[in-house]
């Protein structure tokens, strides 16, 4: 269920991803990111094309000050590698859904 990647993908990796991609920023031991999981989790699995990566973030990290991550979660929706959208500190599945649909 908090299967974040400590050091999943560079920058570079990340904007040649193709297709759509949602970067899920956050912690294994973040209550915010406990709460938001079964939310995001319902809304990701019902696009089956979407690509979700969970990526570990904090002090030092790269990828999230990259992407000016402040808050966890903070999901960002990519297509081919290029920012669409983000969502932070999602709630219910119905916001995630309607965020999914930009």
């Excluded at 030092?60 to 500190?89: C, D, Q, S, Y």
Aim: with cysteine; proline share 4%.
């Amino acid at each position: 269920m908090f299967d974040y990647a400590e050091e999943a993908f560079t920058l570079e990796q990340i904007s040649e991803l193709s297709g759509d991609v949602v970067l899920e920023f956050g912690t294994p031991w973040c209550g915010h990111c406990q709460a938001a999981s079964p939310a995001i989790e319902e809304a990701v699995t019902e696009h089956s094309g979407l690509r979700h990566i969970k990526i570990y973030d904090g002090k030092g990290k790269r990828l999230g000050r990259a992407f000016k991550v402040k808050l966890w979660p903070t999901l960002i929706l990519l297509h081919n590698g290029n920012e669409m959208g983000r969502l932070v500190r999602p709630l219910r599945s119905d916001q995630v859904r309607q965020f999914l649909s930009l």
